[in-house]
């Protein structure tokens, strides 16, 4: 009796084994993958039930990496690959995440990466126009604000640019506002809500106070605070490293967040909102700027702009347009000087 039903429930999990995979359909390749960022990331997208092939590929040390992760019981497979051709990586990708590139040292700003990390966006951008044009592009390579415009022109010279499935991941800067209200208000994290546009770097961070859920009546010295924190975030984290580098752990987190999100919006899901810093033109005066989007089976479904702001808000969006402008400017004069 007892052998019988040892044996019952082992075919039963057989079966289930065996029928599972059929769930597993999207490929999503991860171009950085030993890195800092690289590494947690591509740990958190082994173990989604919704991703049937992780592609990682980077300069060097992939073969180690992709071989520890296979090793983890999930049914999501793992293959690698490095040098500059990204076509095996890229071709039949759906989601791609790059999180390559130099990070922050003590001082530096995330604009003073931009000659080392404008090469590897640009690189991979042509890859994609070559190779996977279709796939959903997340870049988290700094500098955001000026990177994301160089993927489009990449692939807006290229005839493939579908601005409705390109995203900067600005998803961490929700992540932390979402963590510090929740301090400040005493709520779990997880039940806290709030928008943030504008861009990934200093003013151009907009944390939407104003619009958090459930309400945060934070006011005076105590909000200003807050959004100099929101602002400072990164560079807090690249104080305490003190030289190794910037945040790895939050950001693969919020990286994941966005990637997870788009994978639901792919298979169908409705109502699926995540902010990021997209090519839009909801700002008149900048060709790029973050803000909450519904996500669908294309990528973006709808913009939802900026939504109703407080006066503070709104001048926080005016004192933006500056710095956001001069760093399209600079993707978009790097594509240029490589013609
Ligand atoms: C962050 O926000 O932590 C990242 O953009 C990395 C950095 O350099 O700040």
Known sequence: MFRKSICTSF????????????????????IGASGG????????????????????????????????????????????????????????ADIIVVPAGMPRKPGMKREDLFNTNAQVVYDVAKGMAEHSPDAILII?????????????????????????????????????????????????????????????SGITIIPLISRSTPPACIEGEQLSKLITRVQDAGTEVV??????????????????????????????EANIVESAYVLSDVVPEVKY?????VLGKCGIEKNLGLGKLSDAEQKMVCEALEPLKKEIAKGEKFVQDQK
């Open 37 to 92: 960022i690289g590494q947690p990331l591509s740990l958190l997208l082994k173990l989604n039930p919704n991703i049937g092939e992780l592609r990682l590929h980077d300069l060097k040390d992939i073969p180690g990496v992709a071989a520890d992760l296979s090793h983890i019981e999930t049914a999501v497979s793992v293959s690698h690959a490095d040098g500059r051709d990204y076509g095996s990586t890229l071709k039949g």
């Open 239 to 268: 104080k305490a490293k003190a030289g190794k580098g910037s945040a790895t752990l939050s950001m693969a987190y919020a990286a994941s967040r966005l990637t997870f999100s788009m994978l639901r919006a792919l298979d169908g």
């Open 140 to 200: 988290i390579t700094n500098p955001i604000n000026a990177v994301v415009p160089i993927a489009c022109e990449v692939l807006k010279d290229a005839g493939k640019l579908n601005p409705r499935k390109i995203f900067g991941c600005s998803t961490l800067d929700s992540v932390r506002t979402n963590t510090f209200v929740a301090g400040i208000i005493g709520a779990d994290p997880k039940t806290v809500n709030i928008p943030v546009i504008g861009g990934h």
């Open 11 to 30: 075919l039963f999990r057989k079966s289930f084994l065996r029928t599972t995979p059929q769930n597993f359909k999207h490929n999503v390749a991860i």
């Open 289 to 293: 700027f973050a803000t909450p989007l």
